[in-house]
């Protein structure tokens, strides 16, 4: 049996044995297993999915076979998913079961370690932002962009619809923020950028005073790091508008503190702290100003006592949240990215402010450095913006993008193709013994 | 259980209480209200001088697990708001017809007040 | 240093475990970075703890945390089955962890895998085509209604509408109420159920969509839901299906069978992906032929032996910034993969075995039936919320406690089919014990966790967020 490839004897995870169906049928009263399910005979379904069951053994070969199927190739990716190197401590203790198989925590009694854990995550993303509320995670960048604008749409004082975003942003990202603006009729527009940052001057004549939000990253997609924050943050501050601040945990590490260039709101994805690559799967952070707390989207971990006047931790101000407001809640969601989160909040434990700050320091001088390097290449102009970066940075090619993206594919790398003779770059520590290769890979086909 | 419903006010169904001295009504919420909901976290008013009209909502009141709409029972403008409860939401279950009180109100129309339930009344419903 | 500083104990008083923030931090000064110095900050201020600790931290909050291994986890509505430790190997194969940002060419595998998991959900639900990018049921919900929203107005026939039972998910009432929709809640019949007169005396031209849970959170089956289908199309509605209880019906009913237009699956319930305290989660959502022009962007399909990721003709755009919680899709896949036809058949089985036993053996008045995989006791005189802080003592976890509303002082109870009659013999006398304790006994629980009852309603007025915040640190 245990040999064997197929598997015929229902689920392996219920485990009662047929005696004790047996027992428990006569319990309640039920002929058989059939009886139980009171479906009227005309919505009954008596054909079958045509799923074979396997053994565990074969499901995973299954999976290996479909997976093999995948190139091998060595990622020079980015534009909003990044991989960092994820310590072996992390995937030991973030899969322990009481973590990994414990609900969202309603009986904070027995679940104290894992909102001790989000309380401290909530508070990493307070020290990295300089803002005092941060909840426990939305599904990723894009949906925290969505939750952002309905929340300027609650908060802000003036009427006002429009939602003011960068030329530069990704277009999954912008076609997430489209369907959460589409429920409160708010209407988004792009406003342009120079040279790889926010034109200021153009900026301050689209905005108005029925201008909502303003959204800004630094870093931008293609990995500039933004200079003029503070500028874009007055702007909108003038039209009482809010400024939402677009960047991530390794690059506020570094960069100036969004308290500090006047952000109301800052979203972004965490997930590449703690989990890496993985299709696409994030981690969205949403954090803001304390006099928005009562219409943030999400759970909140709160600090309080029990009856041992102990500290403890709770979920609290839940009367913010669907399950008891209902169609008047700050948002619809319930189960979040916890997992991801408390992930996060190891590995930038395991760092420490020491590590995070030389890992954002290395995505400047990597970027810098392998632009310098392609610069060289016959062919190749990089990077395009004259301004500094973060992990990443666009390139010319003289050859088609296209080409150069399948020609380095055959060669085992991938590129961003992001316009007819622009490809986009990301380098961080855990290509970093490729870029030779890639380099002269790139040199070859960019001729 | 039985609650206090002192004889001087008047309800509506939704368990506002009402005290009229001249033109002048304080508003609140019932301690049958206020046991309802429980440990009250979270009281949302409004500002002094904006108008109220009988039977529409013009605050929050929230527990841990519910939140509730509170109603006006008569017509007229917020002449002063109980800003402890901004601190001290307590104030709501600890003494819901003294300190707990939420808002002073300038009684446009007198004669909503007749329409309002007696204390008699209001004690029929909640038992 | 004196014995009692000195020895490791298990008494509760000495296991509390301090903050990261309190036992290891540092501040790092920015200068001499690779920025001009108007660019970066000027400190961080960290926890920084040595490998060691950090282990040690996260090993003692684990302890701290009760999860599907440790006990019984009746947790009604929420489907916390046991969660195989094979497919936890499978998400994580390097092979899997790809950029989204590759050509399809070059991600032949995963998509191969979407495609085939589409297939599989679509036979499950009898629906036509899936999308597997929504990250969480109420994610999968939003798309739900944004597609019906979109079916609506492609018909130019705008609604404004959503009607919902009054014992649904506080989740379909938020979701209609971001789409832009206006909640109509319809309240349930006596028997727990839609109330036919009541539903039709709803329905009309601005009726979008109806939302239903079938079996509803009370365990029920909708008998009627070829007639409440009628309804709702006879309107021109659609009818969405909440798959949160979908664990009690595998190859019993499928929901497009009922007549369902568009449902959600909720994979960590229904098909054992963690919940991993709190999520992540994914929410595929599933139609029928006529909606899936109107499916997220981008939607997989196969062309001549190759997938290809393409853009529906109508589509409602996207839902996630990518292609959803891609490790937990994977998962989801492993499972149905593992279980096939007849695991998947048995698991309903013995999910709707393990709630009848269990509702027979509790003292607790329980109302309605004939249930499915839940059922909702009563604990009549007592708080259900304190009988709840009772069973912990009792060292299981309690069930779901004061919802849905129509079931005083509700206990909401999901034993799923992982648990064996002496596990829920041992649950039942749980149950049972507390049925039995004082008032005062469940007012002083629970006693046996580390931490006591906890104080939601300070932790409510004078809310601390975060390790800055509190005072006395």
Known sequence: MSNSDSHTTGSPYAPQTAAETATMLEAVGADDLESLFDVPESVAFDGEFGIDARSERAARREVARLLGRNADLTEFLGRGHYDHYVPSVVDDLASRSEFLTSYTQ?????????????????SMLVELTGLGVANCSMYDDATALGEAATLSQRVRSVSGDRILVPEHLREGKRAVLSNYADGPELTVESYPMTDGVVDVPALTDEIGDDTAMVYAESPTVRGVIEERLSAIGDLAHDHEALFCLGSDPVALSLLERPVDVGADVVVGDAASLGTGTAYGFGLGM??????????????LVGASEDAADRRAYTLTLQTREQHIRKERATSNICTNQAWVALRTAMHAAWLGPDGLVDLAEDCVTRARDLADRLDDIVG???PVHGRHHFREFLAHTDQPASAIVADLAAEGFAVHAVGDHLVQVCATETTADATDEFVAALREVAK | MSFDVPDDLRYLESHEWVRVAGDTAAVGITAFAQDELGDVVFVELPEEGAELAAGEDFGVVESIKAVSDVYAPVSGTVTAVNDRLRDEPELLNEDPFGDGWMLEVEVADESEVDDLLSPDAYRDQIE | MKYDQARWTDDNEDRYEPLLSEKASQTVDIDDSPLPDDLTRDSLSLPDPAEPELARHYTRLSQMNY???????????CTMKYNPSFTEDVAARADAAIHPDRPDSTTQGTLALCHRLQDYLGRIGGMD????QPPAGAAGEFTGIQIA???HEHNDDERSEVIIPDSAHGTNFATAAMAGYDVVELPSGDDGRVDIEALEAAVGDE???????????????ERDIEHVADIVHDAGGLLYYDGANLNALLGRARPGDMGFDVMHYNVHKTFATPHGGGGPGAGPVGVREELAQFLPNPHVRERGGNFEHYEPDHSIGKVHGFYGNWPVLLKTFAYIARLGDEGLRDASAKAVLNANYLAEQIEYEVPFGPFHHEFVASAGEQDAADAAKRMLDYGVHPPTTKWPEIVDEALMTEPTEGETKRSLDQLAAAFNAVAGDSDAELADAPSRPTAKRIDQATAARNPRLSWQALDDT
Request: proline content about 7%; hydrophobic content about 45%.
């Open chain 1, 106 to 122: 309603y009986q904070p009694e027995v679940a104290q370690g894992f909102l001790q854990a989000l309380f401290e995550f909530q």
């Open chain 1, 286 to 299: 949403f954090v803001t100003r304390e006099e928005y707390l009562r219409q943030v989207p999400g759970r």
């Open chain 1, 380 to 382: 190749v102009k990089a």
């Open chain 3, 67 to 77: 999860g599907v291994e440790s006990g019984p986890f009746p947790l009604g509505s």
């Open chain 3, 129 to 132: 085509a899936v999308t597997l």
């Open chain 3, 149 to 151: 929203k979109a079916y």
């Open chain 3, 207 to 221: 009726t979008a969509a109806l939302m239903l849970t079938n079996p509803n959170t009370l365990g029920l089956f």
